[in-house]
């Protein structure tokens, strides 16, 4: 995961958007379930029979606001740890795999919350709910990730000769192992292994731990360019 030029990350982006309308969602759940689902006098007599201490309804309604309040923030602050999963996982893998592993993410943050937030409502109920709602984050995570990841800047041309381009096809969006770029190539070793590195360290491509190369967002990003460029 990296920030260009200064920008916020995308998954911090995408997770704060995404956490702000699923908050909001599970705020608006929170309190119908404390003032409709379950009456406000049914809810001051239990905790009461709890407590022992008598609560008004009109002091139980500020605390329900200030419970869904915080519920919200918290809601907000975990949609931007999950939203920077996202980022991370989408930075390991091909993008054709990003919606779905959106939905994966989201979920996972929907059960996250169903075991999580405490209602007087059944486990069952809170679960279904969050887990029927998390396609919300999810949609607003792949959406907002997809608009907020590097834009192609044509200055990136410049940094690059043709045989950076080669090498970048090479790569490919699989990703391919020093040989197999040679191979496709037929660039000398010493010379092939310069430019490896300086695409490296202008962020075109990374190297795995199974020292296969890889295409960072940056260099996805020219290679979607440069296929445009060939097949026009």
Not at 96 to 116: D, M, P, R, Y
Not at 135 to 145: D, I, R, V
Not at 216 to 225: A, F, P
């Amino acid at each position: 995961m990296y920030s260009i030029m200064g920008e916020v990350n995308p998954g911090v982006k995408a997770g704060f958007f995404g956490g702000v309308i699923y908050g909001f969602i599970i705020f608006i759940f929170v309190i119908l379930s404390l003032t409709v689902i379950v009456p406000l006098s049914e809810l001051s007599r239990l905790i009461s029979s709890i407590t022992g201490i008598l609560i008004s309804e009109a002091a139980l309604v500020v605390f329900i606001a200030i419970g869904a309040v915080v519920i919200l923030a918290i809601t907000i602050v975990f949609g931007i740890l999950f939203g920077l999963l996202y980022s991370w996982i989408c930075e390991k893998v091909d993008y054709e795999w990003s919606v779905l592993i959106a939905l994966l993410v989201g979920s996972l943050f929907g059960l996250f919350l169903g075991l999580t937030i405490n209602l007087p409502l059944s486990r069952v109920t809170i679960l279904v709910f969050t887990l029927i709602f998390s396609p919300t984050y999810s949609l607003t995570l792949y959406l907002t990730h997809r608009g907020a990841i590097i834009r192609f800047n044509a200055g990136w041309m410049s940094e690059i000769d043709d045989v950076d381009k080669k090498i970048l096809l090479a790569v490919g969006t699989h990703g391919c192992k020093y040989w197999g770029i040679k191979e496709k190539t037929n660039i000398e070793d010493e010379n092939l292994r310069i430019r490896l590195q300086n695409l490296e360290a202008k962020e075109y491509i990374d190297i795995r731990f199974d020292n296969k190369y890889v295409l960072t967002r940056k260099g996805k990003t020219v290679l979607r360019k440069l296929l445009e460029t060939i097949t026009s």
